[in-house]
Nanobody, 119 residues
Framework: QVQLVESGGGLVQPGGSLRLSCAASRSIFSIYAMGWYRQAPGKQRDMVAIITSGSRTNYADSVKGRFTISRDNAQNTVYLQMNSLKPEDTAVYYC?????????????WGQGTQVTVSS
C-alpha cells in the first residue's frame, strides 16, 4: 500500500502557473504508474496526466502542451507543473498511484488539493 499527500494548490490568475506535488509514503520507483486526476464541481473525476515506472507519459488533450508531469524518485514525489492556466482548469486535483501485485492492480488516492483559476 501507499499513502499519497498532495500540496501546492491555490488561487492563481488566468495565464499563471502552479506546481503540484504528490509525496508518497514508499518508493515510487516500483509503482506501476502514478498520475494526476481532477474533479470540477458537477463533473466526474478525469485523468490529467500519468507517468509510468518506465517514464512514459500521457496527457489529457485539454492540458497537453501546458502541463508537465514528472517525478523525483529520490524524494518519492511526483509533480505536476501547470502553466498557462485557464479558468476551466479549476478543480480539486488528486494524486493517484496504481500498484501491481498478486495478479491484480490496486488504486490509491490522495486527499486532493484545490486549484482555483480566477476569472
Amino acid at each position: 500500500q501507499v499513502q499519497l499527500v498532495e500540496s501546492g494548490g491555490g488561487l492563481v490568475q488566468p495565464g499563471g502557473s502552479l506546481r503540484l506535488s504528490c509525496a508518497a509514503s514508499r518508493s515510487i520507483f516500483s509503482i506501476y504508474a502514478m498520475g494526476w486526476y481532477r474533479q470540477a464541481p458537477g463533473k466526474q473525476r478525469d485523468m490529467v496526466a500519468i507517468i509510468t515506472s518506465g517514464s512514459r507519459t500521457n496527457y489529457a488533450d485539454s492540458v497537453k502542451g501546458r502541463f508537465t508531469i514528472s517525478r523525483d524518485n529520490a524524494q518519492n514525489t511526483v509533480y505536476l507543473q501547470m502553466n498557462s492556466l485557464k479558468p476551466e482548469d479549476t478543480a480539486v486535483y488528486y494524486c493517484n498511484a496504481v500498484l501491481s501485485g498478486s495478479g491484480t492492480f490496486s488504486n490509491y488516492w490522495g486527499q486532493g488539493t484545490q486549484v482555483t483559476v480566477s476569472s
